[in-house]
T-cell receptor, first 112, second 116 residues
Framework: GDSVTQMEGPVTLSEEAFLTINCTYTATGYPSLFWYVQYPGEGLQLLLKATKADDKGSNKGFEATYRKETTSFHLEKGSVQVSDSAVYFCALSGSGNTPLVFGKGTRLSVIA | DAGVTQSPTHLIKTRGQQVTLRCSPKSGHDTVSWYQQALGQGPQFIFQYYEEEERQRGNFPDRFSGHQFPNYSSELNVNALLLGDSALYLC???????????????FGEGSRLTVL
């Protein structure tokens, strides 16, 4: 079945450091790919998405490019802030009305 | 505009008991999904409701059941609780027309269930 593998955390960075969180997937067909973020005490919220190969999703300085050849959707940000501290989940949704499949999540802590 | 609201936020039960969790979807949303998030894991799909019917179901036993009401709100029921049912239960909603595999899901903050 469909699955998502993302790098294990926790990840601790200093403010203004470069962030990469790796995500790879296994799926049949042409899934849509998502990054969701869970801030402390809040529900999951969509950070960005890409629905076809080579699409780049971006939001709040975060970016991820849908790479079909490497089945990857790595999350990047050039300069993290303390307010980016959260748990980040990579997810996919397969063809048709299929439910989201999530990775295990990566906890990011940014220190001043 | 209220987002997805869930109740209760926390609850403690003992093995063998039954629990009911409630969810009100975001205004204008008609499709509700439930997810289980165990500690340190990503959310896992339990089931989805639309037009008061269970439309899709994940790999969960029949002890997990649900309901959707005419106002689109939903309940998740778990019978004969096991220690392994301890988790954060998340409700998510969207509109049917935004569905397929491109739509955004809106999540509530979850109900944290502890089974002793």
């Amino acid at each position: 079945g469909d699955s998502v593998t993302q790098m294990e955390g926790p990840v601790t960075l200093s403010e203004e450091a470069f962030l990469t969180i790796n995500c790879t997937y296994t799926a049949t067909g042409y899934p849509s790919l998502f990054w969701y973020v869970q801030y402390p005490g809040e529900g999951l919220q969509l950070l960005l998405k890409a629905t076809k190969a080579d699409d780049k999703g971006s939001n709040k300085g975060f970016e991820a490019t849908y790479r079909k050849e490497t089945t990857s959707f790595h999350l990047e940000k050039g300069s993290v802030q303390v307010s980016d501290s959260a748990v980040y989940f990579c997810a996919l949704s397969g063809s048709g009305n299929t439910p989201l499949v999530f990775g295990k999540g990566t906890r990011l802590s940014v220190i001043a | 505009d209220a987002g997805v609201t869930q109740s209760p936020t926390h609850l403690i039960k003992t093995r063998g008991q039954q629990v009911t969790l409630r969810c009100s979807p975001k205004s204008g949303h008609d499709t509700v999904s439930w997810y289980q998030q165990a500690l340190g894991q990503g959310p896992q799909f339990i089931f989805q409701y639309y037009e008061e019917e269970e439309r899709q179901r994940g790999n969960f036993p029949d002890r997990f059941s649900g309901h959707q009401f005419p106002n689109y709100s939903s309940e998740l029921n778990v019978n004969a609780l096991l220690l392994g049912d301890s988790a954060l239960y998340l409700c998510a909603s969207r509109t049917e027309e935004s569905g397929g595999n491109t739509g955004e899901l809106f999540f509530g903050e979850g109900s944290r269930l502890t089974v002793l």
